[in-house]
């Protein structure tokens, strides 16, 4: 059974940084594309960032682009996400999810998280003062 283990969320204020990290066990890690969503009350299910199999292609949500950077240790089976001159706007649930690699590109992958078939837990950022 995939599993993913998510840490690295918590109370940050406007301007400073978080990494996350999902940590994953149970299928072959370095065989799926993986991506950090997110979702807040009142607002819609967006793709955050998400990379593919091979390392070779990255996506990042035009309101995170610049600020979020996005990478994985496949010896490790763990994505991260350095999120950097977080605002208020950020504040949300994160979640990693794995695909297996297929046709689509990475950015209709990311732009259709439907696709996604294993989730985390998810971990609670809030940027506020």
């Known amino acids: 059974q995939l599993q993913f283990v998510e840490s690295g969320g918590g109370l940050v204020q406007p301007g400073g940084s978080l990494r996350l990290s999902c940590a994953a066990s149970g299928f072959n890690f370095d065989l799926y594309s993986i991506g950090w969503f997110r979702q807040a009350p009142g607002k819609e299910h967006e793709g955050v960032s998400c990379?593919?199999?091979?390392?070779?292609?990255?996506y990042y949500s035009d309101s995170v682009k610049g600020r979020f950077t996005i990478s994985r240790d496949n010896a490790k089976n763990t994505v991260y996400l350095q999120m950097n001159s977080l605002k208020p706007d950020d504040t949300a649930v994160y979640y990693c999810?794995?695909?297996?690699?297929?046709?689509?590109?990475?950015?209709?992958?990311?732009?259709?998280?439907?696709?996604?078939?294993?989730w985390g837990q998810g971990t609670q950022i809030t940027v506020s003062s």
């Open positions: 990379i593919s199999s091979n390392e070779g292609s990255t």
């Open positions: 999810a794995a695909e297996p690699a297929g046709i689509s590109t990475l950015q209709a992958l990311c732009t259709h998280s439907w696709i996604f078939s294993s």
